[in-house]
């Protein structure tokens, strides 16, 4: 079976509400049916999801490095970074929610990194290996990130919990700049990659591949 | 090519362009699309009722878990309590100002205007009644939708708990409970909403 795209009949698909509408040669088309902008694919969707994932690589380095916050108690002052938050977690015994924050705050954020990375190369290369697991790579991406706000939420939490003057306060450190930053980057990264450019790789005269 | 006429329930899927009919579904029913798999069609039963008594619950909820306090610390005979502002309203008075806004837009202010819209959108079509300009609050919906966080926020306030536990002695307040039940109640109020009721009215209506 042939793949006929909305593309290759001259159709814009419209990603509010799914009516097809014909492309015309208007400056900004909009939807008929619910008078949202349309276009054929994302604006500069490849541009954009490069600047914003490298601008969310190079922010990751001191959302990891830094401390994420400061715990000054009856012992003394105490910085920790997330991984150290982690290791804290781990050693005080509650390591079910030590590998939560872990995979929350490091393994999400990076994979996500690495995924868009890979999804924004393999278009670019016009790439036609597995697009359908390229395509669901990118749901995955979509679903996951917004769970590495947790470290951020966290920090909120204990800096107005713990204000107990002379025997112990919470400030939140530069890092939770840095991670929350990193979060809305990747997260707008994601929203501007369109995953129908992995599948311009094959034109409308082709059989699918399977995957 | 261009006075080609296509058949109305054609549809193309979002994720790949792939142009595919849309298939009557029952009721309860979704569509995938058969080439990259992604969600084409959904159609939820009895939406206009269901999602509206949900979205009212939620309305309900999301005032408890903003009013009353979230939880509490007691340290020697000292206690702290904080509500999901005033934890907001203290990262913004540390110098915070940027974090202490992103926590603000996820956790309180884009789950309400989440609620309030769909709530906009659905009294006028219960009571029949058809508006245009809905489109553009659907577009609303769907565009803060990724931003509202409060699953996340839940977790990150039992990951703090733990976190106190050997510090203070922790009192889970009724802001809490509210917040769990809301993720529930939104979770089945978007799954509950159709938005073809939206451009289809004549067709839902009973």
Same mark, same amino acid.
């Given at each position: 079976?042939?793949?006929?795209?909305?593309? #290759?009949?001259?159709?814009?698909?419209?990603?509010?509400?799914?009516?097809?509408?014909?492309?015309?040669?208007?400056?900004?088309?909009?939807?008929?049916?619910?008078?949202?902008?349309?276009?054929?694919?994302?604006?500069?969707?490849?541009?954009?999801?490069?600047?914003?994932?490298?601008?969310?690589?190079?922010?990751?380095?001191?959302?990891?490095?830094?401390?994420?916050?400061?715990?000054?108690?009856?012992?003394?002052?105490?910085?920790?970074?997330?991984?150290?938050?982690?290791?804290?977690?781990?050693?005080?015994?509650?390591?079910?929610?030590?590998?939560?924050?872990?995979?929350?705050?490091? *393994?999400?954020?990076?994979?996500?990194?690495?995924?868009?990375?890979? *999804?924004? #190369?393999?278009?670019?290369?016009?790439?036609?290996?597995?697009?359908?697991?390229?395509?669901?790579?990118?749901?995955?991406?979509?679903?996951?990130?917004?769970?590495?706000?947790?470290?951020?939420?966290?920090?909120?939490?204990?800096?107005? %919990?713990?204000?107990?003057?002379?025997?112990?306060?919470?400030?939140?450190?530069?890092?939770? %700049?840095?991670?929350? #930053?990193?979060?809305?980057?990747?997260?707008?990264?994601? *929203?501007?990659?369109?995953?129908? *450019?992995?599948?311009?790789?094959?034109?409308?005269?082709?059989?699918?591949?399977?995957? | 090519?261009?006075?080609?006429?296509?058949?109305?329930?054609?549809?193309?899927?979002?994720?790949?362009?792939?142009?595919?009919? /849309?298939?009557?579904?029952?009721?309860?029913?979704?569509?995938?699309?058969?080439?990259?798999? @992604?969600?084409?069609?959904?159609?939820?039963?009895?939406?206009?009722?269901?999602?509206?008594?949900?979205?009212?619950?939620?309305?309900?909820?999301?005032?408890?878990?903003?009013?009353?306090?979230?939880?509490?610390?007691?340290?020697?005979?000292?206690?702290?309590?904080?509500?999901?502002?005033?934890?907001?309203?203290?990262? $913004?008075?540390?110098? =915070?100002?940027?974090?202490?806004?992103?926590?603000?837009?996820?956790?309180?202010?884009?789950?309400?205007? /989440?609620?309030?819209?769909?709530?906009?959108?659905?009294?006028?079509?219960?009571?029949?009644?058809?508006?245009?300009?809905?489109?553009?609050?659907?577009?609303?919906?769907?565009?803060?939708?990724? $931003?509202? =966080?409060? /699953?996340?926020?839940?977790?990150?306030?039992?990951?703090?708990?733990?976190?106190?536990?050997?510090? @203070?002695?922790?009192?889970?307040?009724?802001?809490? $409970?509210?917040?769990?039940?809301?993720?529930?109640?939104?979770?089945?109020?978007?799954?509950?909403?159709?938005?073809?009721?939206? $451009?289809?009215?004549? /067709? @839902?209506?009973?």
């Amino acid at each position: 079976m042939g793949a006929v795209t909305a593309r #290759a009949l001259g159709l814009l698909s419209c990603h509010a509400c799914g009516q097809l509408a014909r492309s015309a040669p208007v400056a900004l088309p909009r939807c008929p049916r619910c008078h949202a902008p349309l276009h054929d694919r994302k604006p500069a969707s490849l541009a954009t999801t490069w600047a914003l994932t490298l601008a969310a690589l190079i922010l990751f380095v001191p959302a990891n490095t830094l401390p994420m916050m400061t715990t000054a108690s009856f012992g003394g002052r105490q910085q920790d970074t997330i991984l150290s938050g982690v290791v804290f977690l781990w050693t005080s015994g509650s390591w079910p929610l030590a590998l939560v924050v872990f995979f929350a705050s490091i *393994l999400v954020p990076l994979l996500k990194i690495l995924a868009l990375l890979y *999804l924004a #190369a393999s278009v670019q290369r016009g790439s036609r290996v597995a697009p359908r697991a390229r395509t669901r790579l990118y749901r995955m991406v979509e679903v996951i990130g917004r769970w590495s706000m947790l470290d951020i939420y966290v920090v909120t939490l204990l800096v107005a %919990l713990v204000r107990f003057q002379g025997l112990a306060t919470v400030e939140a450190g530069p890092a939770s %700049l840095a991670f929350g #930053a990193v979060v809305v980057l990747t997260m707008f990264a994601a *929203l501007s990659f369109d995953p129908r *450019l992995i599948w311009d790789a094959f034109t409308s005269d082709e059989v699918t591949p399977d995957d | 090519m261009h006075h080609l006429r296509l058949p109305a329930t054609v549809i193309a899927c979002h994720d790949c362009d792939l142009l595919q009919h /849309e298939p009557c579904l029952a009721p309860g029913q979704t569509a995938f699309c058969v080439r990259c798999g @992604a969600v084409l069609a959904r159609s939820p039963a009895d939406s206009v009722d269901r999602s509206l008594a949900l979205v009212v619950t939620a309305a309900i909820l999301y005032v408890l878990a903003n009013v009353y306090p979230l939880v509490g610390l007691e340290l020697q005979g000292r206690r702290v309590e904080v509500t999901q502002f005033a934890a907001v309203l203290s990262l $913004w008075q540390a110098g =915070m100002e940027p974090v202490a806004a992103l926590v603000f837009l996820t956790a309180i202010a884009f789950p309400v205007l /989440e609620v309030a819209m769909i709530a906009i959108v659905l009294v006028p079509l219960r009571l029949g009644r058809q508006v245009p300009g809905y489109g553009r609050f659907y577009r609303l919906v769907r565009s803060v939708k990724p $931003w509202g =966080m409060i /699953e996340v926020f839940l977790l990150g306030m039992l990951v703090s708990l733990v976190k106190l536990a050997h510090l @203070a002695s922790v009192i889970l307040g009724v802001a809490f $409970w509210a917040t769990a039940a809301l993720i529930v109640v939104l979770t089945f109020a978007s799954r509950a909403f159709d938005p073809r009721l939206l $451009w289809e009215p004549a /067709e @839902a209506a009973p």
